[in-house]
């Protein structure tokens, strides 16, 4: 009898490990101060973009006349290459 109960548990445990996988879960998105989520998209830095979603990064901001994927900066240290800079908190071109 215990022996079932054991075997019973081991397999419903079974079942449950696959439901925590985080590799599915979407990215946080940098662009949204709501903590809302960001399912990332295949755009580069400086890329155009449409959406949050377009960018790998999660955030595409407006530069002048266009809209490009960026990363959020504090700094200038934090923004890499082809990024020229950090202001009003996003890498600039």
């Known amino acids: 009898m215990a022996s079932r109960i054991a075997l019973s548990l081991l397999l419903f445990a079974a ?11 979407p990215k ?6 709501d ?6 998209g295949t755009a580069g830095p400086l890329e155009m973009c449409t959406t949050n979603e377009s960018c790998m990064s999660c955030l595409c901001q ?7 994927c960026t990363k959020a900066c504090t700094v200038a240290a934090d923004c890499p290459t082809p990024f020229s800079g950090c202001a009003n908190g996003f890498c600039q071109r």
Not at 35 to 40: H, L, Q
């Open 35 to 40: 903590g809302g989520m960001c399912v990332a």
């Open 62 to 68: 407006s530069f002048g006349h266009s809209k490009l």
């Open 28 to 33: 946080p998105d940098a662009g949204m101060g």
């Open 15 to 25: 079942a449950l490990l696959p439901a925590c996988d985080d590799k599915s879960k």
